[in-house]
Structure formats: structure tokens, C-alpha cells
């Protein structure tokens, strides 16, 4: 059973910086497809950023392009994302998502993904 769990969150000012951590266990597979997705109060899950740990393929939502890093340390089972320039417009709970045994990077669909953390907090303040 894969497990996710998410750390890093916190609460800074518009222009701040946060790194979140996915700490993976569980994987039966090498190449997977890893995920980050939001959820601000009142509207929907939304994807963030995709990696594929079979490679180095990323993808990122336009909100967060040049702003936002995902990446990898394959060796410990953790994806990070590092995000920059932060805006009052990214809060919201972060979540990890993964899906075992993937060929390539896959999408930023919420129904892609099959294992899910429980989240951590951004609070971004003007």
C-alpha cells in the first residue's frame, strides 16, 4: 500500500518562498507518476505540477510556470516542490498524489492519480 506524506506548508507574505516535501513509501514499482494539487476553500482541486521518476519530464498549471519547481530524490522516495513568488492567490491545502507504474509523465488530472496524502497548509498573506 503506498502511503504519502506531505510537510513544509506554513504561512508567509506575497513574495515568500516555501518547499513542500512528499515522502513516498509502499512503492512496488520504480517509475511512477507524482503529483502536487490544491485545494482552496470553496472551489475545486486543481493540479499544480507532475513529475515522472522514471526520468525527468515535469509539467506545470500556467498559474505557477516559473514560479513553482517540482523535483526528485529518487533515492529516498520524496518529491519537493519549490515554490517562489508566492501569491495570496496559492493558498490553499497542497496535496501529493502518485500513481504506480506509470509508462510516462502523466497528466494534471485528479482522476489519474490513485493514492492521495492528507495535505499541508499554504496561507499566503497580502
Known amino acids: 500500500q503506498v502511503q504519502l506524506v506531505e510537510s513544509g506548508g506554513g504561512s508567509v507574505q506575497a513574495g515568500g518562498s516555501l518547499r513542500l516535501s512528499c515522502a513516498a513509501s509502499?512503492?512496488?514499482?520504480?517509475?511512477?507518476?507524482m503529483g502536487w494539487f490544491r485545494q482552496a476553500p470553496g472551489k475545486e482541486r486543481e493540479g499544480v505540477a507532475a513529475?515522472?521518476?522514471?526520468?525527468?519530464?515535469?509539467l506545470y498549471a500556467d498559474p505557477v510556470k516559473g514560479r513553482f519547481t517540482i523535483s526528485q530524490d529518487n533515492a529516498n522516495n520524496t518529491v519537493y516542490l519549490q515554490m517562489n513568488s508566492l501569491k495570496p492567490e496559492d493558498t490553499g491545502m497542497y496535496y501529493c498524489?502518485?500513481?504506480?507504474?506509470?509508462?510516462?509523465?502523466?497528466?494534471?488530472?485528479?482522476?489519474?492519480?490513485?493514492?492521495w496524502g492528507r495535505g499541508t497548509q499554504v496561507t499566503v498573506s497580502s
Open positions: 513529475i515522472y521518476t522514471g526520468g525527468s519530464p515535469t
Open positions: 509502499g512503492y512496488t514499482y520504480r517509475r511512477n507518476c
Open positions: 498524489a502518485a500513481r504506480q507504474n506509470c509508462a510516462s509523465l502523466g497528466p494534471l488530472a485528479t482522476n489519474w492519480y490513485n493514492y
